[in-house]
């Protein structure tokens, strides 16, 4: 039903999540459109905040690598960021000068290794960062700290391996590396470092129908080659030799099923079409936050910017975005 010009439209969107772990999501997200859908993926990538390295002061470097390179791959480290919601960005901090010691916009860290073994490489790892602050510290080392305590790894790591870092650098004999190095909270949309999905990707929900009095005209070995001309496993033949939907997610809306129909002569014996208010996401992060907490705190996030918008909106001034929509 049409509704009158002017008049409001409010949808309640549903979600129902499909798997659950610290470092990966898969839920449903039903009622709602592409914009609403394409806003929280690109919230969780972007707008998402996380602690990581952002000031490095190197006192003693001998290595091989240079100092901006050293301080490129420290950044690239992921820190826990559990309570960078709750931080200030240093921008925005008035209780310090930015120089690292502040207890509400930064974490300091301290790395000292030098190589005194004349046979032996001594690898430099994120596990030789300490930091001032035990919330914030590399994520192998909280998953080693967690291992310690008898618990089981959450994300699914091989505990039988030596848990060894990340290499930051290998020191040969005489070798030396000093640093301090100052962690700030950030979003992904100023650098990738402050990023905490790995990938966040939404496809929406076929709908796959099947015209079965066409499908009984097929014979078996026509039906066959039906299901393998699709190049993902979508379509199986049940015990009675019909052609029925096995794994509807797998398609990959690539037409060959309805082009195949259409070269047997039966156009409409497959019907796809993409549920335009349904979607499925799939999440995974890079331990910086577990994948429930990206997820409601890109809500958050989002709700925050839409709640901006509204008081603007309220106030009758929108800004450039009042410009571009034609407004006054």
Known sequence: MDRPVGASYQRFPRVRIRDLKDDYAKFELRDTDASMANALRRVMIAEVPTVAIDLVEIEVNSSVLNDEFIAHRLGLIPLTSAAAMQMRFSRDCDACDGDGSCEYCSVEFHLAA????????????????????????????????????????????????????????????????????????????????????????FMYEPDIRINEELMETLTVEERRRLIESSPTKVFKLDSANQVVVDNAEAYTYDDEVIKHAEALGKPGLVEINAKEDSFIFTVETTGAITAYELIMNAITVLRQKLDAVRLQDDDGDLGELGAHLGGP
Request: charged share 25%; proline share 5%; net charge positive.
């Open 114 to 201: 030098r190589a005194t073994d004349s046979d032996q490489t001594l690898e430099v790892t994120s596990n030789d960062l300490r930091s001032m602050d035990p919330k914030v510290c590399p994520v192998d080392q909280a998953r080693a700290y967690q291992q310690a305590l008898g618990g089981t790894d959450p994300f699914g790591a091989n505990t039988s391996n030596e848990n060894r870092g990340i290499l930051i650098v290998k020191l040969r004999r005489g070798q030396e590396l000093r640093l301090r190095a100052i962690a700030r909270k950030g979003i992904g949309k100023d650098h990738a470092k402050w990023s905490p999905a790995a990938t966040v990707t």
